[in-house]
């Protein structure tokens, strides 16, 4: 069986739906972080397989996609540092990771 | 036999995403969420992205996941206690994702190239005289198209340190 396109983007809209449940069942803030990772991931898949499916005239793929994705990974390391040096922050405020218990910004 | 490949190592990402979001143990977790992306790297080495798949393996399974399980460690966080779920959050978590995936298969055979085996590549020297690997095309790409971004990236780095450094002092002032 030959391996096509649709296979690799289904596999990553499958992933990405795995972190996009993570995100709305979960309450430990630092799984909701981890949950965005692997959509960031499923994204970064799916660019991936687009660049190579799309050789160019000089027998190449197309790096366009990989820069996007190169990129999405520099975005993404500083995402995290920052987001647990929040998370650190308010853990110090709170003493505590579950997000039903940081409400005071609810309405 | 790289379509085998490709499934054993989908299985294995898809498998390990699944236990990042069922464990109830942090560190467990986090060590799943490593080799889930440690299999994207084997899926990304697949598609002739070699630069990108060592990256991948470098930044998440080296940078990513220590600084998570040093929080983890660090906030001494143990295994969540079960509290009582809000039935309507976990029904409609459920439903939107399964709505997501439901229309994901139903558009999927839809995409005019999405069908195409794969393209061959001409990565040799005798096909295609001159040709530089792939961590040197990535290289010559990004300091000539992309400069600009990458620079601006750069400067983005540097923020985000800074403003580690401020939200870890003690006290802001």
Avoid at chain 1, 81 to 97: D, E, F, H, N, P
Avoid at chain 2, 112 to 122: E, H
Wanted: proline share 2%; net charge positive.
């Amino acid at each position: 069986m030959e391996l096509t396109l649709d296979d690799f983007l289904l596999v990553s809209g499958l992933l990405f739906a795995i972190g996009f449940a993570g995100v709305l069942l979960r309450r430990n803030i630092i799984i909701i972080f981890m949950s965005l990772e692997i959509m960031l991931n499923a994204a970064n898949l799916s660019l991936v397989a687009f660049s190579r499916f799309q050789v160019q005239a000089n027998g190449l793929p197309n790096y366009n996609g990989q820069m996007l994705v190169f990129f999405i990974i520099t975005v993404a390391a500083a995402e995290v540092a920052v987001g647990l040096a929040v998370i650190v922050a308010l853990y110090r405020a709170r003493q505590t990771t579950h997000v039903e218990d940081i409400s005071s910004l609810k309405f | 036999m790289t379509a085998i490949l490709f499934w054993i190592f989908s299985a294995l990402m898809l498998g390990f995403a699944c236990a990042v979001v069922l464990n109830r143990n942090p560190v467990a977790s986090a060590l799943s969420l490593v080799i889930s992306f440690v299999g994207l790297a084997a899926l990304f080495v697949m598609l002739n992205a070699y630069f990108l798949g060592v990256i991948q393996v470098l930044v998440y399974a080296g940078a990513v996941m220590v600084l998570f399980l040093f929080i983890i460690m660090l906030l001494d966080l143990k295994a969540e206690e079960r509290r009582k779920m809000n039935i309507g959050v976990l029904a409609g978590g459920v439903a939107v994702a399964a709505a997501f995936v439901l229309q994901l298969t139903t558009i999927i055979g839809d995409l005019p190239y999405g069908s195409r085996a794969f393209p061959p590549l001409r990565l040799d020297t005798v096909q295609n005289p001159g040709i530089l690997n792939d961590v040197q095309n990535v290289g010559r790409i990004l300091f000539s198209g992309y400069n600009l971004p990458f620079q601006v990236v750069g400067v983005l780095l540097l923020v985000a340190t800074v403003g580690v450094v401020v939200l870890s002092k003690r006290e802001l002032k």
